[in-house]
Nanobody, 128 residues
Framework: QVQVVESGGGLVQAGGSLRLSCAAS????????MGWYRQAPGKQRELVAT??????????NYADSVKGRFTISRDSAKNTVYLQMNSLKPEDTAIYYC???????????????????WGQGTQVTVSS
């Protein structure tokens, strides 16, 4: 089984910073990508940032609304991804969900396909 667990949310004033962490654990063969989505009340879940890693390189992708303010990074040895959020705005208020796209072991057998696993979410509230 695979678990994805987020931490680091909370309440912060506008202009402040927060750092989210997300760790994937369990029967993992290889992680292809990890990232963050968010969902504000009454809105659809939207991409925040992703990081895709291969043997030789990694690449990041950000929503336009967070470019220059948020930074995603990954510690491959720990199967952990971080989201450093600076210059936070009230419109960043949302539940932030971490996901991992990976190849798991299933009952001792390597899965033939990649799968997405999601965390439970962590609340980020930015007050004006």
């Amino acid at each position: 089984q695979v678990q994805v667990v987020e931490s680091g949310g909370g309440l912060v004033q506008a202009g402040g910073s927060l750092r989210l962490s997300c760790a994937a654990s369990g029967s993992i063969f290889r992680i292809n990508a990890m990232g963050w989505y968010r969902q504000a009340p009454g809105k659809q879940r939207e991409l925040v940032a992703t990081i895709t890693t291969t043997i030789t390189s990694s690449s990041t992708n950000y929503a336009d609304s967070v470019k220059g303010r948020f930074t995603i990074s990954r510690d491959s040895a720990k199967n952990t991804v971080y989201l450093q959020m600076n210059s936070l705005k009230p419109e960043d208020t949302a539940i932030y969900y971490c996901y991992a796209n990976l190849i798991p072991w299933i009952d001792g057998t390597l899965s033939s396909t990649t799968r997405d696993y999601w965390g439970q979410g962590t609340q980020v509230t930015v007050s004006s």
